[in-house]
């Protein structure tokens, strides 16, 4: 639930699990989780008008459910494609995005459906066998699909996590489609100026363009859906599809979301180790993680390093890095219990003698399998140090 019980000109917050004080008639949903703070959350089921009259009273009107029903939370029932614009931008180029990803699910035998977020971008849904498919082969499909929208409008398309990257373009967030993310449902009302409604399209009105989402509202969204009923039926209860047949189409491998083998730095947490290496990335909140996670792993389809070998370090090296990131600067490493905890030297290295340079200041890694984001090389030496 998006709560915002002080108004919309108030603070929000978004809480999962049922309040306390939530009546023992409401309906819940369990879901195991290692985040939550109990191991569990409880979702709210809103499953009749007195549930949803609770809920609103919580000052929740927006609605974020799952991707999956409650009998099966692991696997989706559907995929989508979330569309989200960077100024400056009209929602026409939104829509012309919509339409390239119509012409291709329909070489892949796919149909969509799309709806206004009730914000600024649109979001198209393609239903899915129940129980079918997994989060995975639901997010490498929009990835590939993403990408292949990308290249044929790379100036209006971007995948960029950097939001400095994505001025003035529309941004495929494929990484939504993923176990516990949530976005504005169908028929949602959204707490902006004007009181917009989440509001499913026909293909014809995508095509035909001319309209915003804040045109559809609260005021006349009533009058809409009597003259159309019910779009997002297709969603719910129409045929699913063979998402194997596209996935084999376009030639994309998914990666399993398998636990994450190998060893983990001692201060990683237990429940770490039966985490997959998207949600590690995802928990942390930094996109660029992604890259880094592939790029941790040895071989072709990773890191060019050398694997570590079996002999322990004597605890007395250090590496002075050459980074190649962002800005290239050079990173001091010091040896420390088996691994090269390390510092950013963001004015270079010192060329004067007695002239300090300043680093960062915190140590940034204490693994032995760091990986950078991108390319660098680094030299070491051996010789005393001192952490000091």
């Not at 490493?333 to 300090?356: F, I, Q, Y």
Request: a negative charge; hydrophobic letters at 35%.
């Amino acid at each position: 639930m998006k709560r915002m019980p002080d108004g919309i000109e108030g603070p929000d917050f978004y809480e999962k699990s049922a309040p306390s004080h939530t009546p023992e008639w409401v309906h819940r949903c369990t879901v195991m989780s290692d985040d939550a703070k109990m191991g569990r959350i409880d979702y709210l089921t809103v499953d009749d008008l007195a549930t949803l009259l609770f809920v609103a009273n919580l000052g929740a009107i927006e609605m974020h459910p799952l991707h999956s029903r409650c009998e099966d939370v692991q696997h989706p029932d559907y995929l989508f494609f979330d569309l989200d614009p960077f100024p400056p931008y009209a929602y026409d180029d939104v829509l012309n995005v919509a339409r390239h990803i119509e012409v291709l699910l329909e070489q892949l035998g796919m149909t969509g459906f799309p709806k206004t977020s009730g914000a600024t971008g649109l979001q198209i849904y393609v239903p899915l066998e129940q129980g079918a498919y997994t989060y995975a082969e639901a997010r490498a499909f929009v990835g590939a699909c993403g990408r292949l929208v990308k290249a044929a409008d790379p100036d209006k398309v971007t995948m960029a996590w950097r939001v400095a990257d994505r001025a003035g373009k529309i941004f495929i967030d494929h990484n939504m489609n993923r176990q516990g993310a949530n976005i504005a449902a169908a028929y949602s009302l959204r707490p902006e100026r004007r009181a917009p409604v989440s509001t499913p399209l026909t293909w014809d009105e995508v095509r035909a363009g001319g309209f915003e989402p804040q045109d559809f509202r609260i005021d006349n969204v009533w009058e809409r859906f009597a003259t159309v009923g019910d779009l997002w039926t297709g969603v719910r209860t129409g045929p699913g599809a063979d998402l194997a047949a596209a996935l084999d189409a376009l030639g994309v491998e998914v990666e399993d979301d398998d636990p994450v083998r190998g060893s983990l730095p001692r201060t990683a947490a237990p429940d770490v180790r039966s985490k997959t290496s998207d949600e590690i990335a995802l928990a942390s909140k930094d996109p660029a993680l992604f890259e880094y996670v592939r790029r941790r792993a040895f071989g072709p389809e990773g890191t060019s390093e050398p694997a570590p070998g079996d002999e322990a370090g004597s605890g007395n090296s250090f590496v002075i890095h050459k980074h190649r990131a962002t800005r290239l600067h050079y990173d001091v490493r010091l040896e420390h219990d088996g691994g090269l905890p390390s510092w950013a030297v963001p004015k270079g290295l010192p060329t004067t003698k007695g002239e300090n340079s300043t680093t960062a200041g915190t140590s940034r890694s204490s693994g032995p399998t760091r990986r950078s984001r991108s390319g660098s090389t680094g030299v070491a030496i051996r010789g005393s140090s001192s952490t000091s």
